[in-house]
């Protein structure tokens, strides 16, 4: 593979002053096992992050349930002061009950509690991009989500927060979304074998809103498969390579934060943005 720098690869959403590098980084496997508690080894943690800045990353994913806020405490002990042109997006919606268990939480005044506890724990006066988590733990449910936007708009107002995004949405809950404030990014479970949101990626394209796959490797349960493997072999890269690489052509506005507790993992999924797959490539992945 080419020598690649992130920066080379850009994506700027309508409504948007950020300018976000393709390859981003997703911190979530920086907490605890399951997501809670503290790392087992925080000084890893923390070269991670350091490591993935270094290498040009620009994009970097968290929320304050992961943890619950281990990560963004670990973003802020890592990076802050943060260097310019470096942006943290995080997510509301949801937290954590003392038994692990993920729970909805998108009343007006939790939102509001979330806002500012990302606020504190990543040490900053105002938020970057924050994504409205839409309940659902299986995908999206299609609720209203009205109510919830409509919070994020005054904290917006507020200068709280910057950007407003989405995450675990259908098409009909981004278009209620647009109707209250301006989305500049939908962040839904996708990957090279989940391609359920493929209709709402090539709405949102045509809107210049940036697509976030989460799981893009697959997520707890990493992607296999005998033909990406064979392809991997070709190219000389290995499987969790090519699947990023396909997710980065599979169209302009698709922004990869593929999370890892590992340095060398971080290194080879920066190095993934240097793939080209051919066209016999694409077919056969695109096949499966």
């Known amino acids: 593979m080419n020598t690649y720098s992130p920066s080379s690869d850009q994506f700027t959403p309508a409504h948007c002053d950020l300018h976000f590098n393709r390859v981003g980084y997703g911190a979530m ?15 890893g943690a923390l070269g991670v992050l350091r490591e993935a800045v270094a290498l040009g990353i620009n994009h970097i994913d968290t929320a304050d349930f992961y ?17 310019d042109g470096l942006t943290i997006v995080t997510k509301v919606g949801f937290v954590r009950g003392a038994d692990q268990s993920w729970m909805p939480a998108a009343a007006p005044q939790q939102l509001r509690d979330a806002v500012h506890s990302n606020l504190r724990n990543l040490g900053l006066d105002a938020l970057d991009v924050v994504n409205f988590r839409a309940p659902g733990l299986d995908g999206a449910d299609g609720s209203s989500i009205g109510e919830a936007l409509a919070v994020l708009a005054e904290l917006k107002k507020e200068g709280l927060v910057r950007h407003v995004g989405l995450s675990n949405v259908d098409a009909r809950q981004v ?19 989940h391609r359920g949101d493929d209709a709402l990626i090539d709405t949102l394209a045509a809107q210049a809103i940036a697509y976030v796959p989460f799981f893009p490797l697959g997520g707890f349960t990493p992607l296999q498969s005998s033909t990406l493997n064979e392809v991997a072999a070709a190219m000389q890269a290995s499987p969790m ?27 080879q999924n920066v190095a993934a943005g240097a793939l080209v797959l051919d066209a016999a490539a694409l077919a056969a992945l695109n096949a499966l």
């Not at 496997?29 to 000084?43: M, S």
């Not at 943890?67 to 260097?83: D, F, K, M, Q, S």
């Open 29 to 43: 496997q920086l907490a605890g096992p399951h997501v809670w508690g503290p790392p087992k080894d925080r000084a």
């Open 67 to 83: 943890g619950p806020h281990v990560t963004n405490e670990l973003i802020r002990e890592a990076l802050h002061p943060y260097r």
């Open 175 to 193: 278009a209620e979304a647009q109707r209250i404030t301006p989305i500049v990014c939908v962040q839904n479970h996708y990957n090279l074998v």
């Open 241 to 267: 390579q090519v699947a990023l690489a396909w997710l980065l052509q599979r169209s302009p506005n698709l922004l990869v934060i593929p999370g890892t507790s590992s340095v060398a993992h971080v290194r």
